[in-house]
């Protein structure tokens, strides 16, 4: 580390428990455009990260991890993937979704038929990833040390079937999670193999993660949206974006007010990635009923109640009987 970097680590380890505000130095590599100093509100200082990485979470709301994951696990994944595909293992509580286009033709009975695995959390195998140290370790910058993991997921984005369905409109993820501070929450995201623009790779919008959460609805695409892909209503067009393309084994670490999506998989190949979010074992719930979050709940308890058949379901009970402590203790969530 140079010795710039180690002043800096110096000085944010000092910030954070104060309220002062830190500037980062112009260098020959910054642009003439210059941020207005902020607090680091968004990350801890544990060792694991560098202080240009927490600079760069700060300003932009996520953060690319190389080649985090190994390529033995992620086979690992991909194996038990494919073996619940083909309906060798019952998992409880899992949710297996078909892209709407593929529901609307023939049923084919494998992982083609598959877009998404959500709640895998009675997996063994699956939820492996979910406490793997080198995950938890970034993780814990974000979280602190009691981590939840409450929501999983394997995307299986399937090439485009000429609707634009295999899209992902562009969305905050705090929009389906009824518990806070948003500060505590993060996602975990790695690529189960190359991803690019070509295949549908991240698309995110640099900075969101420092507005409000937005209304979020179904939007009125063509050839139809997937369940519960719900996308921002208003978002500035003009905003930079950023396509996060990825290798095997990378995992991109992203704010719960980020806004992303993803494009179509234009490739004849499926592109898959496995994802955990997680949130502080401190975390509170909320009463969402008279704010914009009020749909998912609607939509969420009407699905518990189909699912588990069930009279009346809590919206705050679909996330705690999903959430499992993969460190530290559960002190609320």
């Given amino acids: ?15 954070d428990g104060a309220t002062a505000t830190i500037r980062a130095p112009p260098t020959s590599a910054q642009t003439l455009t210059y941020s207005p100093p902020q607090k680091l509100r968004y990350s801890f200082d544990t060792g694991t990260l560098t202080p240009e990485q927490r600079l760069f979470y700060e300003e932009n709301g996520f953060l ?22 083909r309906q060798e293992v019952k998992v409880p509580g899992l949710i297996v979704m078909r ?13 083609r038929a598959v877009s998404k695995l959500q709640d895998f959390q009675e997996d063994p195998e699956l939820f492996r990833y ?28 399937p090439p485009d079937a000429g609707k634009k369905t295999s899209r992902h409109p562009m969305h905050q993820d705090l929009h389906y999670f009824p518990f806070r501070p948003t500060d505590r929450i993060v996602c975990a995201w790695t690529a189960m193999e190359r991803v690019t623009r070509q295949n549908g790779c991240l698309v995110v919008l640099p900075g969101t993660h420092k507005g409000a959460l937005q209304e979020h609805d179904y939007p009125d695409w063509e050839g139809g949206v997937n369940k519960m892909y719900h996308g921002v209503r208003d978002y500035d067009p003009d905003h930079p974006r950023l396509h996060v393309e990825m290798e095997k084994g990378d995992t991109v670490f992203f704010h719960p007010l980020l806004i992303h999506g993803s494009g179509m998989n234009q490739t004849q190949g499926f592109r898959k990635a496995i994802s955990c979010h997680y949130a502080s074992g401190d975390c509170y719930y909320i009463d ?5 979050q009020e749909n998912i709940e609607n939509e969420v308890k009407e699905l518990a109640q189909k699912k588990y058949r069930m009279n009346e379901v809590a ?8 959430g499992r402590l993969v460190q530290g203790e559960r002190t609320s969530l």
């Fill in 315 to 322: 919206f705050k009970d679909t996330w705690a009987f999903r």
């Fill in 1 to 15: 580390m140079s010795r710039a970097a180690e002043r800096l680590r110096t000085v944010i380890h000092h910030l």
């Fill in 130 to 157: 979910c406490a793997l140290p080198q995950i938890l370790k970034y993780v814990e910058c974000f979280t602190g040390p009691n981590i939840m993991a409450m929501h999983t997921m394997l995307i299986n984005k």
């Fill in 64 to 85: 690319l991890i190389k080649n985090l994951v190994s390529e033995t696990d992620i086979d690992r994944f991909r194996k038990e993937f494919e073996r619940i595909c």
């Fill in 288 to 292: 969402v009923r008279g704010t914009t």
């Fill in 99 to 111: 892209d709407v286009a593929i529901a609307k033709s023939e049923f084919v009975p494998d992982q």
